[in-house]
């Protein structure tokens, strides 16, 4: 079992920027690719970045390439989300995920986060 808890969401205006975090518990002598989600209301969760952790490769929907950038933190089985720009429209529940393997699929992932809220006001 992995247990996976995210931190940093909140409250902000349009154009700021937002650094999130999640850190891995558990069974993490056995590794795990990780991905970060988010979910809207009324909307199906979406895929928005994932680090492979034996070697850092990194991928991102094009919704978000160039102003989200994800990151790992291997000593503190962390991974960090860091968000530029943010449009009131990036206003969701942010979910950090881990999988055997990365991919943009949510399926692909066997334990979640409990989910941060991210809010960016106009």
């Known amino acids: 079992q992995v247990q996976l808890v995210e931190s940093g969401g909140g409250l902000v205006q349009a154009g700021d920027s937002l650094r999130l975090s999640c850190t891995a518990s558990?069974?993490?002598?056995?590794?795990?690719?990780m991905g970060w989600f988010r979910q809207a209301p009324g909307k199906e969760r979406e895929f928005l970045a994932g680090?492979?952790?034996?070697?850092?490769?990194?991928y991102y929907a094009g919704s978000v390439k160039g102003r989200f950038t994800i990151s790992r933190d291997i000593a503190l089985s962390t991974v960090h989300l860091e968000m530029n720009r943010l449009k009131p429209e990036d206003t969701a529940v942010y979910y950090c995920?881990?999988?055997?393997?990365?991919?943009?699929?949510?399926?692909?992932?066997?334990?979640w986060g409990q989910g941060t809220q991210v809010t960016v006001s106009s």
């Open positions: 680090a492979r952790w034996s070697d850092g490769s990194t």
């Open positions: 558990g069974r993490t002598d056995s590794s795990y690719d």
């Open positions: 995920a881990a999988a055997p393997v990365v991919g943009g699929i949510s399926q692909q992932y066997r334990y």
